[in-house]
């Protein structure tokens, strides 16, 4: 196993993140969330869905599912570690990230793709990519706002990573779909080992699916994964 | 014996409240001009066994910091419930 990719209950974008993963190179493999040794995998990702249905808060029973002492394990071992959507926000709940995943602004389930300027190259999901890179990639979430009680150490960190735009780049208010704090749509952790984004990467890693914008991060994880084991 | 509290969740003040913001908005456009916040939580009851008060309460602290609030984006408050 190279890339294990954790499925919670109510996890539901596991199969497009294998699929996504081998586009991008990497063999990859479900585990279970109790599955409690991911010694073989040189990486992890916690996939997007709605783990044991949100209760509570997004993430917030997930994070202390018993694959969770991994996960940690593998995040202060350095390796690499992705959340997609409800991973992200799992990472988040468990203080692998920093900051929080609250309603949407506009309180609308928000299904569509939109723009995302890459904001640092320094991190395990953006290293392959360019500075000032505009993606275009689905976002699929009602919890997609990101709050953080300190935005200007998170900004002067260097640990935001992604941030919507429009197409051109440019951030306006309407670009930001869901009231995201200063536009931040992925962030990484101090270590930059660690990232997560609420839009999905692996629903545009081929052509077919209207964009294949999302596969340079797929790229950027797996490339991280022949670094962190070279 | 069985202790009975009440814990109130609450989004951190100056932090995003989506839906406080949009049912502040709704109230005064009903005529209600005079609100000037409103503020979303959720209160959790919890019924536990402890042999004293003070150690139900030392219990309820440690389900609040590990589960029942977010810290980072939360605070909460404890109560006994009748």
């Not at chain 1, 190179?25 to 869905?49: F, I, K, Q, S």
């Not at chain 1, 959507?85 to 799992?90: A, H, K, L, P, S």
């Not at chain 1, 931040?184 to 270590?191: F, H, K, L, P, Q």
């Amino acid at each position: 196993m190279t890339v294990a990719v954790v499925v919670f209950p109510g996890t539901n974008c596991e199969h497009d993140v294998v699929r996504g993963l081998a586009t991008a190179g990497a063999e990859a493999e479900l585990v279970w969330h109790r599955d409690t040794d991911l010694e073989g995998a040189e990486g992890v990702v916690l996939p997007g869905g709605f783990a044991h249905g949100d209760y509570l808060r997004t993430g917030a029973i997930a994070r202390f599912s018993p694959v969770m002492a991994e996960v940690e394990r593998m995040a202060n071992d350095g390796l690499p570690v992705l959340g997609i959507c409800n991973g992200f926000q799992i990472l988040c709940e468990a203080g692998l990230l920093p900051g929080a995943l609250v309603a949407n602004r506009d309180l609308k389930f928000i299904c569509r793709p939109v723009h995302l300027e890459v904001e640092s190259t320094d991190s395990v999901l953006t290293r392959a990519a360019t500075r000032g890179q505009v993606l275009r990639i689905p976002l699929n979430s009602y919890e997609g706002n990101y709050v953080t009680a300190d935005v200007d150490s998170l900004e002067g960190s260097g640990n935001v990573i992604l941030r919507y735009s429009d197409a051109g780049g440019r951030k306006r208010p309407a670009s930001n779909p869901n009231g995201s704090t200063n536009a931040i749509a992925g962030v990484t952790n101090d270590r930059r080992n660690v990232a997560g984004l609420m839009p999905h990467p692996e629903r545009a890693s081929e052509a077919i699916l209207g964009s294949d914008d999302g596969l340079v991060l797929l790229e950027s994880f797996v490339a991280s994964l022949e670094l962190v084991s070279a | 014996m069985t202790h009975r509290f009440r814990v109130s969740v609450s989004r951190k003040p100056g932090l995003s409240d989506p839906e406080g913001t949009t049912t502040l908005k709704a109230l005064q456009d009903l005529g209600f001009t005079d609100v000037s916040h409103v503020a979303f939580g959720r209160t959790i009851d919890v019924d536990l066994e402890a042999a004293s008060g003070d150690d139900a309460r030392l219990a309820l602290e440690a389900m609040c910091q590990k589960l029942l609030a977010n810290p980072v984006i939360e605070s909460y408050t404890i109560e006994e419930r009748p």
